[in-house]
């Protein structure tokens, strides 16, 4: 579960977030990624007022607190405190009044102060709450940027996948994760994957260990995250297997119910698996761009044999 404490220790320094009150309230769970500004609440209509929101307070609010008495402020605030109330935000370094400070404190509720405007503020906090509100799961593989492309590599434990994301970065491709690969759902159905803090950099390589790639290679072969363009599986070549040879059906998986390309890649020894990822990574952009291989041959092909029993014909 989300808490604001969470959404401090994260984002805490680039909001210019500055705690004023209810220290006790960190660990409140913030049950929605929603912001809102109280608005019509503080004119104590609080029929539509979303309690489990977390609340910005900007320069109109502030201002308006300011024209009324001391009693007249406790009266409007108090309806808009919640239990289910994550936390306060006040924008642009605004002095929170005394009654909201006091309010805050009595119910343990977080008070803070940011740096930036309002409007800023409530997109970035919204953006940073959809975030960590998005759909997520874990997988097992490696993730490379090849030819701009965001390539997933999976298979069995031992079928070369490390060793095959060595040879991409050697070829100047950049590594995202390896091993353990988080993937999140964005807006658009976009699937955004990343690695773990832990491992960031790092491959495990059976016969040699532990590598730190920026290290070996220089921080441009590595990056943060990227948007997961296609997915595939390494496996040992199976002889009773069945593989495609002609890739006129674009075969799919799901993750987190958006659907990827998919490519089976048996491997043997003889065939340069850096290179076969390479060229799927590069048929994906053609097809992309409106260019499919395998359907301009079978298109050429059935000409061909339209062709010559129109010739057998006459």
Known sequence: MYKVADLVAEHGEPLGLELVAGKEGLKRKILVPEVHRPGLGLANFTKSHAVKRLLIFGKVEIEYLRDLTSEER???LKPLLSPKTPAI?????????????TLCEENHLPLFRGSMTTMKLLKKLTGHLSEAFAPSVSCHGSLLEVFGMGVLIQGASGVGKSEAALGLIERGHRLISDDIVKIKRG???VLEGRGVELTRHHMEIRGIGIINVANLYGIVCVREKINLDIVVKL???????FYDRVGLEDKTI???DSKLPFHLLPVKPGRDV???????????????????SAKEFSNKLLKTIARKKDGKKR
């Open 74 to 76: 406790f009266y409007r």
């Open 89 to 101: 935000v006040v924008a642009r370094r605004y002095r929170p009044p005394k009654e909201l400070v």
């Open 187 to 189: 807006e658009g159905n």
């Open 235 to 241: 496996e040992v070549w199976d002889d009773t297997h």
């Open 254 to 256: 799901d993750i987190l």
């Open 274 to 292: 850096v290179l076969l990822l390479e060229t799927i990574a590069l048929n994906h952009r053609l097809k992309q761009m409106g260019y499919h």
